[in-house]
């Protein structure tokens, strides 16, 4: 099994470094400095190595320090405590979270498909050690991550017996899984939930007990975790005797690692299933018209034709921001204690509100349905490339994105506004109105952002697929700077003027640059 395991290793990191390389190539001006011999290089072994080797590091430590960092360090900020309790009883929900969200041994990815399809290699041959090097990955990464961001709040002995919870959470959660495929045949599959509902109703319901409850300072006793550990720990035993012991590994990646669960067979198999899908979304009433003219009039049909395509998902924020929003009015009138703790976070979530409309945006789904609906067959045309009709399309289609966008964002202001005011409200009225205004202006920028990155960068090839790196880069920093920017502690006033200013300046910016620069990116890619 561990030649097994070194070659599976060898083989990961060979299209994976293959995949950084091909990136790399397709970067401005740093792509050309890539000779198309590259691959064949004596040195290309060395820079192989390199990057393996680092990109386990990051597996192992980067993104476990970040986790615990983001998920566990944060919110105890906002509680104003780091009681051991506290840790523990938000570990456990995450973990617990983590089982079903993230196996492994259910995750149909490239690395198993090469070896066990293409390869032949026998399916538990590949399965079991490289399971095991997972669960290591996360037994050293998180327990390190525990010790340095919490060394003084607990022991090492809570932090080992943390991170082995997770383990033997994981193993419980795939015996299981094995248990359902021998009853029902029911094959697993993390990325592709036979019920989303479902998958989401868990994860939100264990969030909301790991993080709402410490509100109400109802945690689970420290005492109370060590008896759920070890009944936990005996159940994962036996769990992971199991998973060592399962003999039916082979049927499992049969199933699992189907062409369509891992990557598109072809490219006209891929075009022909999005069209489909995309025209169940689509009105084909030959009755709608409008009473624009130009592109006009031919983006207003678009809109019109595809609204349900285009509008669908900020509907259904907009309904979650409602909830969220009802629940905690409730919350204050029924549960005074967490009045004020709600009126100086209305007060103080401003900047975090930058990173929050990151997510809320959709601009990139409605970016997604233009090209696949409309631009993907239209830029094949020269003079849709020209610049005063990029810059007027470019016109309609900000008025619309903008305006989808503004549904669930003016509900959100509108309800943060409220909460602020039903939990004491704040002795500077301007508070109000500066709140509702900074966040229309962040999805304001948002709005513009995505859709100039869509034209300046335009992502997606022939085939309907994203294939852009810089795109990816710039959607990474895009993140990375509203993530920086919201922890920076200033006056909710002060950082209102601040964005609402910024947009303004964004938006004459943006028009500048796409009139110049779009008829030159805005093309199909091969």
């Known amino acids: 099994m561990l030649n097994n395991f070194l070659i599976s290793l060898r083989v990961k990191n060979a299209y994976t470094v293959n995949q950084i390389i091909y990136g790399f190539s397709k970067l401005p001006l740093i792509g050309k400095l890539i000779p198309t011999k590259f691959y064949g290089f004596k040195s290309f072994k060395v820079i192989s190595f390199i990057i393996f080797i680092i990109r386990e590091l990051i597996r192992t430590f980067g993104y476990k320090l970040l986790y615990i ?58 399965i079991v050690p490289n399971f095991i090097y997972f669960l290591g990955s996360i037994f050293v990464g998180q327990l390190v991550s525990l010790i ?17 919870f997770t383990l033997c959470v994981k193993s419980i959660a795939i015996a299981f899984y094995f248990y359902r495929m021998k009853k029902s045949n029911i094959i697993i599959n993390e990325n592709k939930p036979k019920s989303w509902a479902l ?13 709402l409850l410490p509100y109400f300072n109802l945690v689970i006793p420290v005492n109370a975790f060590y008896i759920i550990f070890v009944i936990t720990f005996i159940l994962g035993i036996i769990s992971f005797r199991k998973v060592l012991t399962y003999n039916n590994y082979q049927y499992l990646c049969k199933e699992l690692l189907k062409h369509d669960n891992i990557f598109v067979v072809n490219t006209s198999n891929n075009t022909e299933q999005l069209t489909k899908t995309s025209r169940e979304q689509i009105t084909l009433d030959k009755g709608i018209t409008s ?46 204690v967490l009045k004020q703790g709600i009126n100086t976070f209305a007060l103080l979530l401003l900047p975090y509100m930058l990173f929050i409309m990151y997510f809320i945006n959709t601009g990139k789904n409605i970016t997604n349905a233009m090209f696949m609906n409309c631009d993907h067959s239209m830029l094949f045309y020269r ?29 959100l202001a509108l309800v943060l506004a409220i909460l602020l005011f ?24 948002f709005s513009i952002h995505n859709l100039v990155l869509y034209y300046l960068l335009q992502p997606y090839n022939i085939g309907m697929e994203m294939k852009s790196t ?43 640059l796409i009139y110049n620069y779009a008829p030159k990116t805005f093309k199909l890619k091969n």
Request: proline share 3%; with cysteine.
């Open 199 to 211: 998958y989401f109703f868990l994860i939100i319901s264990l969030l909301l007990i790991g993080y």
């Open 291 to 336: 009473d624009k003219s130009g592109f006009a009039y031919f983006h207003d049909l678009f809109v019109k034709r595809h609204r349900k395509l285009l509008i669908d998902s900020a509907k259904k924020m907009t309904v979650i921001i409602l909830v969220i929003g009802i629940i905690l009015g409730i919350l204050i009138f029924f549960v005074p």
């Open 148 to 164: 340095l961001l919490f060394f003084n709040v607990i022991t090492w002995y809570q932090a080992l017996m943390l991170v082995l």
């Open 422 to 445: 039903l939990s004491g409200g704040s002795s500077n009225p301007l508070n109000y109105i500066i709140i509702i205004l900074s966040i229309i202006s962040m999805s304001i920028f």
């Open 470 to 512: 810089t795109y990816t880069i710039a959607s990474l920093i895009t993140y990375w700077a509203c993530y920086y920017i919201s922890r920076i502690e200033v006056s909710t006033f002060i950082f209102g003027i601040i964005m609402i200013i910024f947009v303004i300046l964004y938006s004459v910016i943006s028009l500048f």
């Open 383 to 411: 003079f849709y490339r020209e610049p005063k009709i990029v810059l007027s399309l470019f016109k309609e289609r900000l008025k619309t994105v903008i305006g989808i966008n503004l549904l669930p964002t003016v509900v």
């Open 69 to 126: 960092y983001i998920f566990l360090l944060l919110p105890l900020t906002l509680y104003k405590s780091y009681d051991v309790s506290y840790i523990i009883h938000i570990y456990i929900f995450l973990a617990l979270i983590g089982s079903f969200a993230n196996t492994e041994i259910f995750n149909p990815t490239r690395d198993k498909y090469y070896l066990v399809v293409l390869m032949k290699m026998r399916a538990k041959n590949y």
